[in-house]
């Protein structure tokens, strides 16, 4: 009997080495999208992230000089850089004294008084030129110059210095405002031009710190110093006059407190200068401004009135046509006709064989409102600014103008918290300092612990309120958010109208006592329909 033949399972058994090849990865992550290296698209595309020394502090004097020059010589440029200024400073930030009261063991009451004693002395120096060592500007006046310098230059720059007293003025406190350009690197090129990859860095030689740009660091990055030119290295107006460097120390030995004020917004690590605001956007802006001068140019030369006077009798000149025509003894030339006037009602006489053209003065510009409003846009948005807000000008519903505008304070306000941040708060705890020494100002504690100097130097910085398209639906908003909880008095006075709330409240009172003087009812304050919650 012969064997039954069973169906087996084929059994699975490895390769071979070498039997199949390996397969090909076409697409892993980014290497067949923005890390391709083999698309058409992509093939030329090569950039390089370096260091910030490489990609920042080598092009950063380029970067100022075009930055300045768009802000001079390019309405879109100085729109951007005065929109951000009237907007986040506007005529100064005014300071709102905040202290911890309950730390400081003090009631409600006596922390106002405090508040308002200290508002009334700060003024009493931010309001006279005795704050400027230049004595120049008051202290509001100099926060729209550094803000400015910041826009321009990348980093705005001040010192805080001390000399005696004024008559008129109690305080020794004074702040110098001085050019970003005067920070630099001592006796190197860079000095002079913009600076090579080996002039960015370099070492200190009596302590081994490295110096990047003016900046003195330690071993851990810190900052230590600063070395500041005598004054800006590409005078013009004094090119052989020697430069002097002087390295000041960053912060006071036994204060604690800064000396030199660098306002900036770093967005890299390891970055210790900033960027100009148009930096991102000068390729575009430039091109904007060429194309603009180019089609006003162009309308201009169309907008003339141009005639020509041709002649068609067998290819004679118009000088000859004209001897022909009138008698020996009449000088005519072809210059004559130059006084012919054009005119309502006005009748020329031209000799035969004499005609007109005038030059088609007709010109489309159909594209150029589209395309630079897209242009615009893409600024705007790089910068932070809406183009409507750019343009000032809004044309669309309220909701979209709205929305622009709020999108715009959103931003403001940002580089106001920044710019109170790194200016205005050091400047008034330096003059706090001040008058809690000399007895101007009475502060228990401070300078004896951190938390309680804290505790005395805490302050809010209001600015220009935002414009209020519907003030009914504005204020309506801000007396429900009172009424909730969600906000105070104080800060919506100052955001909405920038006035002082318990200046508001003392006013109403002695205006409503009026009303009654008169026999009339006081309006009530409460627009939002009742008490109930």
Known sequence: MGKRNRQQ???????????EKPAKIVNSGYSEGGASRGRSTMRGYNPLKSSTKADIDVNLTTLRNRSADLVCNSP??????????????????????????????????????????????????????????????????????AYMSYLVDGDGWAAIKYRRPLPDNPYCVRIQLFEASRVC??????????????????????NGNRIINGIEIDADGAVVGYWIANRVPFDLTDPAALLKWQRVEAFGRRSGRPNVLQISHEERPEQYRGVPLLAPVIEVLKQVSRYTNAELTAAIIKSFYTLFFTTDTNGDNLADVLNSTYGGNESVSPEDLAHI????????????????????????????????????????????????????????????????????????????????RDFCQPVYEAWLAEAVAIGRISAPGYGTDPVITKAWSNADWFGPV??????VKEVTGAALRVKYGFSTGERESAELTGTDYDSNIDQIAIEQQTWRAKGLEPPKADNTGGNGG
Not at 94 to 108: F, H, N
Request: hydrophobic content about 35%.
């Open 9 to 19: 399972q084929a059994k699975a058994r490895h390769p071979t080495i070498g039997a």
């Open 76 to 145: 879109l440029g100085s729109s951007a850089i005065n929109t951000s200024r009237s907007n986040v400073i506007g005529a100064g930030l005014k300071v709102s004294p905040k202290i911890d009261y309950r730390l400081l063991g003090l009631t409600a009451e006596q922390a106002k008084e405090w508040q308002r004693n200290a508002f009334r002395e700060f003024n009493l120096w931010a309001n006279s030129t005795a704050c400027d060592l230049y004595r120049k500007n008051n202290f509001f006046d100099m926060q729209d110059i």
């Open 185 to 206: 690197n001592p006796n190197s090129s860079s000095s002079y031009g913009s600076p090579s990859y080996y002039d960015v860095e370099m070492k200190n030689e009596q």
């Open 341 to 420: 006037e054009v005119g309502p009602g006005t009748l020329n006489l031209l000799p035969p064989g004499v005609d007109v053209k005038s030059m088609d003065a007709s010109r489309t510009m159909s594209t150029f409102e589209p395309f630079t409003n897209m242009m615009i846009s893409q600024i705007g948005a790089a910068i932070g600014t809406p183009a409507e807000v750019l343009l000032s000008r809004f044309q669309s519903s309220y909701s979209a103008a709205r929305g622009a505008l709020l999108q715009a304070a959103s931003g403001f306000k940002t580089r106001r918290t920044w710019f109170a």
């Open 466 to 471: 935002m414009g209020m398209l519907d003030p």
